[in-house]
């Protein structure tokens, strides 16, 4: 994460939550009076956004200093003090909801990510996420999956090279060769971008690999044709497996011999972590 995408973010929550002001806080709370407040788990997980919490607290008011945050990625239990904030009440008031909106997502998917890294554990298979991300919050959701132990996919459209069934639909449509569509392509491409092909039927591999696929990504295959696909690719490109991944299912994924296995749920539909803030 870079702190221009923190502060964007953050800019944004504040505007939407904060647009003339808290009346709340305005009404009820002295302007002069101070407050510390701790940020508080009501369950176990693994933390994310520690920087993210800090900066949208000191947003609304520079004063306002934020310490004893834990580590990214360190497991904690419920009742464990996460970070303190201490400063003018009524920033802190006006900045919680914003700063635990972030905090509680970021940790509820570094928290889900960890799960499957754990099942998947011993196998030599990477468990990475995807671009089915929340509009606006990609940056700091695939920071949380690496603080669970997960890995990035490709960032956005101009990352890399990925021939989805859609733009395979349509080079078939036209009557082209794969092979030599992605031989067209290849020649088209510098020499340091990734080319990924997604195939949706073992056969469709050969041309794949003749075609220069740098990684094939076998998406809703069965347990068997998922072995039969590495078998084939022989070590001659990565291999992904995707495609309704769970928790379930992801382990007997990994026992296939694939190099990756990407995982929507990490961000598509994650459960935020209930982290509270409490004031002192």
Same mark, same amino acid.
Request: negative net charge.
């Given at each position: ?12 929550a ?5 647009p ?37 607290m000191?947003?609304?008011d ?54 499957? @890294?754990? =099942?998947?554990?011993? $196998? +030599?298979?990477?468990?990475v996420?995807?671009?089915?991300? *929340?509009?606006?919050? &990609? !940056? #700091? ?27 395979l ?16 392509a ?54 992904e497996a ?7 299912? @992801?382990? =007997?994924?990994?026992? $296939? +011999? ?8 990490? *961000?598509?539909?994650? &459960? !935020? #972590? ?7």
């Open positions: 994460m870079q702190t221009a995408q923190i502060d964007d973010v953050i800019r944004l504040l505007a939407e939550d904060v003339f002001g808290d009346l709340t806080a305005e009404c009820f709370v002295p302007a002069e009076t101070t407050a510390e407040a701790h940020l508080v788990a009501r369950e176990p997980g693994v933390f994310s956004g520690g920087e993210v919490f800090s900066r949208a000191s947003a609304v520079p004063v306002v200093v934020v310490d004893d945050v834990a580590p990214e990625g360190a497991r904690f239990e419920a009742g464990q003090r996460l970070a303190t904030t201490r400063g003018p009440a009524r920033a802190i008031l006006t900045a919680e909801r914003t700063a635990l909106n972030l905090v509680q997502r970021m940790s509820g998917i570094a928290t889900l990510t960890a799960e499957y @890294v754990q =099942a998947v554990h011993g $196998t +030599g298979a990477r468990v996420d995807t671009r089915k991300t *929340t509009p606006g919050l &990609r !940056a #700091l959701e695939r920071h949380a999956v690496r603080c669970g132990g997960g890995h990035n996919h490709r960032f956005c459209l101009s990352d890399a090279v990925m021939a989805k069934d859609n733009h639909a349509v080079v078939s449509a036209g009557d082209h060769d794969l092979a030599e569509a992605l031989r067209r290849r020649a088209r491409l510098p020499h340091t971008t990734h080319l990924e092909v997604e195939v949706d039927r073992v056969d469709q591999i050969p041309a794949a690999l003749d075609g220069g696929a740098d990684t094939i990504m076998m998406d809703n295959f069965s347990l068997e044709d998922l072995r039969r696909g590495v078998e084939l690719i022989g070590g001659r490109a990565l291999t995707s495609g309704g991944v769970t928790l379930e299912t @992801v382990g =007997a994924i990994a026992q $296939t +011999g694939v190099d990756l296995i990407s995982v929507g749920a990490l *961000t598509h539909s994650v &459960r !935020a #972590l209930d982290l509270g803030l409490d004031i002192r």
